[in-house]
Each structure stands twice: as C-alpha cells, then as structure tokens.
C-alpha cells in the first residue's frame, strides 16, 4: 500500500527550542513485513508433509535388524526436531505479527504444577527437582504464551545441567510485583554469550548445544512473551556453576489468588 511510516525524535536544543527529526521508515516495514510473511507460510506448509512423514515412520518401525532399527530411531529424532523447529517459528511469527490469545487470570498453583511435571518428565529422575511458591498470588495475562515461556525456561534448565544437578523454580513477590526464577546447577553461560543467547536461533558455540536438541528459537519465544506481559527477563550465570533466569512481572500483572485454584504444587 502507498502508507508512509515516519520514525520520529524529539531532541532538546536550547531553552526552548526542540528539533525533530524525522526517518521515511516505510520500506523498511514493508520488508519486516515480507520476512514475518515468509517465515508464517514456510512453517505452515512445512507441517503437514511432516505430520505425513512422522506417521509412516511410526508404522514402519519395528524392525528386528538392529541396524535398520538404529535408523528408524535416528529418522524419528530427526523429525521430531523439525516438528519442534515448525512449531516453534509458527509460535515466534505469531507473537511478531502481534497474534497475542485472550488474557485471563493465570492460576499460578496450576502452572507451577504443570512447570514440575514437564520438568520431571524431562529429568526423568536424573535431577533434584524443587518448586517453591512464596508469592501465593496469580497472574493476568495469556496463559498459553506465559507457559510456553516458563516451560522454555524449564526445559533448558534440565537440558544443560548435567545428571545429579539440581533446578529450582520460585516463585517470589518482587517488590510491587513478582518473579518467577528457574535457577540451575548446570553449565552456565559464558558471561560475553549472554547478552547473545535471547536472539533467533543463537546457540552458545558448543556441542552441548548442538546435542541438547533444541532449536535456537526457545529464549526469543521468551523473550516476546515477556515484553507483551510488560515483563523482562534477567539472566545472570556462571560458568560451571549454574544460571539462573528471572522472569520480572510488575503490579499490574498480579492478582489475588482465586479462591477455585488450590491445586498442591
Ligand atoms: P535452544 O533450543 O538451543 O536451547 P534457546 O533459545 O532456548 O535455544 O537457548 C539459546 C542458547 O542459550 C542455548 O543453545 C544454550 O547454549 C544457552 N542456554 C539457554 N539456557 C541455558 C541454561 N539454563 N544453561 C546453560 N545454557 C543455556
């Protein structure tokens, strides 16, 4: 369409003048646009000859031959991570295209519960997994995107700490508002990849990354959600010793407890 989009600035200059700039940014837009575009379709369309090679697959496995039996197994991980990739560009490209779901009360009870499961069911036993809720209050906000970004959190705590760590998530009251903190005793992050790790599809440079079977596209997810909610996130982490991610929600995204959500955690 032939819109112009100005990006603006106001600049003091001298008691009492001020001097504007302004920057034709239409093109620019037209071209995020085109690329938030062909990143929705080609996830899209990538999903149903997915879904159709996953289920032949599944009905061709059961192989005696180990060696055959070894392929199946490395075909299945392999689609597994390209599901995992579609789905995670559809949920990034819907969050950029400002696609946000209904906001309601988040039953915190409910969600820390559901963050153990998926945690334990990760973990499968190989860690100490602790919950703690201090805060007793819920949350506003959609709880589709909020667990997709707490549970991102969790998953990556347990898939870069070695066996035997241990991961907590706690939540806390945080001055006005409140924190939701995943915190482990894994590997950490070197101090200069922090500011880094939040970006599409950057991984710190090792093979434990490459291993972990992620996607590169988790911390942004996170990322986007958080702005939405008016949140931010605080990473601070420690090499060989652990990380400790932070989710801050200010006081406008709390809310009394409901008095139907007393699931124990
Ligand atoms: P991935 O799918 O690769 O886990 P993320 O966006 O979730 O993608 O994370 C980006 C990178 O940040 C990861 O590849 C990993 O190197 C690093 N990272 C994230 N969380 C942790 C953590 N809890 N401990 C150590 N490294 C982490």
Known sequence: NSSVHLAMKIIPYADDARILIARDVSKLMHLEQMR??????VSHELRTPLTVLHGYLDMLDGEDDPESARMFAEMR????RMNQLVEDLLTLSRLEAQEH???D???MPFMLAALRREAEALSRGRHKIRVVDNAEVDLWGSNKELHSAFSNLVSNAV???PVGGEIDIEFNRDGEGVALSVIDSGYGIPEAQIPRITERFYRVSNSRSRESGGT???LSIVKHVLNHHDATLEIE???????RFTCHLNA??????????ISPV
């Open 36 to 41: 938030q575009d062909f990143v929705a379709n």
């Open 77 to 80: 991980q392999q689609s597994q």
């Open 101 to 103: 779901s209904d906001e």
């Open 105 to 107: 009360v988040v039953s």
């Open 159 to 161: 898939r870069y700490t």
């Open 216 to 218: 590169g596209l988790g």
């Open 237 to 243: 982490s420690d090499v060989g010793k652990g990380s």
């Open 252 to 261: 406008n995204r709390v809310v009394p407890r409901q008095v139907h959500t």
